[in-house]
């Protein structure tokens, strides 16, 4: 069977498909913010000394990086409602399933992501902050976590990537998604190609704009590379004294 590129880009430019990468966009963007604001604690603590709070952090990295996204999305749409009632009203949609569920097993990768860009700064950074009289939240916030977030700028684009492309997974719980909308318009029309070429050109197209964003942020947080920094300072010569 031919290439029909009048249906490819009838697909293309369809409200449907737009919508669909819309929900998609969307559905990665809170379930990834949902998941730095939760890791950036945990990966602070789990730094600290051994503790009840820590030894929990690290169950629950382990056991949400154990179990699959799959049946994470499952068990929030379908056994989640069976324990707590309030999940059976209206107002628990499919979106807000897959964002449960997303963020939280997002989290657990965001952590280590994070712990190991606060371990990659120099302790002594800590410790002149300290002499200069800053108190240890002080230190975090204004020494040591802005050195932290250019080092995690890398990693957390490509985990966002990566997230953007799992959540069409949400298609089992039947969330519109992009990838739900080009499996319901093959299974009606039976034009494979042409539609999933469609949804291929917006999820390159998502995934090259994030790519994009990746290199202004990282341009951003150039300020805090010392090799940039230094790049271009003349080098001063210092006497020995003998």
């Known amino acids: 069977m031919n290439f029909n590129v009048d249906v490819f880009w009838a697909a293309l430019s369809s409200w449907a498909f737009f919508k669909g990468a819309l929900i998609t966009l969307a559905l990665a963007v809170v379930s990834h913010a949902t998941a730095i604001a939760i890791s950036v604690p945990m990966a602070v603590v789990i730094r600290g000394r051994p503790s009840l709070l820590r030894g929990s952090i690290t169950a629950y990295i382990g056991f949400f990086r154990a179990a699959p996204t799959l049946l994470l999305l499952l068990f929030v749409w379908n056994a989640l409602p069976q324990f ?120 390159l197209a998502m995934v090259y704009a994030l790519m994009a964003v990746q290199k202004r942020i990282e341009k951003s947080f150039s300020w805090a590379n010392r090799a940039a920094a230094t790049k271009d300072t003349p080098a001063i010569a210092v006497p020995v004294q003998r």
């Open 84 to 203: 707590i009632p309030i999940f059976r009203q209206a107002w628990f949609t499919p979106f807000l399933a897959a964002w449960i569920a997303l963020a939280l097993n997002e989290a657990a990768y965001q952590v280590e992501i994070n712990r190991s860009a606060l371990q990659a700064v120099d302790a002594g950074q800590t410790a002149a902050g300290e002499a200069l009289g800053l108190t240890r939240f002080h230190v975090l916030r204004y020494v040591v976590l802005p050195q932290a977030a250019r080092i995690a700028v890398a990693p957390t684009v490509n985990e966002f990537i990566t997230l953007l492309k799992i959540t069409s997974l949400a298609s089992v719980i039947s969330l519109q998604e992009l990838m739900t909308v080009t499996q319901v318009t093959v299974a009606r029309t039976f034009q494979f190609t042409e539609h999933y070429a469609a949804a291929l050109i917006y999820y």
